[in-house]
């Protein structure tokens, strides 16, 4: 049994993806991060870096915690030997274009999203910055695309399970998929997968209808270190 720390986010959406991919049980422990439950020492001793998902392993003795996105979906496939591909040189490439997610095309997107649904006054600098990168990504991925069924190797696996959730998104976003249509074709492949679909409704109840209050900006954006 897995204990999924869960909310529906983008991020959240990646790791969802591949338990329901994977059929494994789990248990959904929905964190609200906008009233700071993140930040409880009993998430802190699973994801010291305040961020969710994460997950612990129960099936594991002692129970194996797990956080960050990545780190999460390898441990995972590794561990049900699904969806990753074969052979050390597809291995290879499937590490790249993971860090690539989580360094490149998860940040470029999250600060997009700050500044396009967060950000209390309008900020148009910053919105190009991040949007003029966001578009970058989405060019990147395209001509990965070229030619290939999914990211990495002839198989879908965890590579287009973590990148795809920001690519979903890129119309909210203000992108435009238009100019990529490699990515278009690969986004509405991997969105038709049954097990993608309850990914992205786990939860939807609970996602925001309405802009963040003063309170819930100061909760998710003004944590500091100590001093």
Known sequence: MIDFYYWPTPNGWKVAILLE??????DLKLLNIGKG???ADSFLAISP????????DRGEDPPVPVFESGAIMWYLAEKHGRFLPE??????EALEWMFWQVG???PMAGQLSHFVNYAPDDQPYSKSRYANEYDRCLAVLDRRLEGREWIVGDAYSIVDMINWPWVLIARPLGGDLDPYPNLTRWRTAVKTRPAVRRAVDLGKESRRSAPPGEEERRILFGQKGKG
Not at 21 to 26: I, V
Not at 87 to 92: F, H, I, M, S, V
């Open 37 to 39: 439950e993140q930040f």
């Open 104 to 106: 490149n095309q998860g």
């Open 87 to 92: 052979g050390a040189l597809l291995r290879k």
């Open 49 to 56: 870096n305040n961020r969710m998902p994460a997950i612990v």
């Open 21 to 26: 991919e994977l059929g494994t049980p789990y």
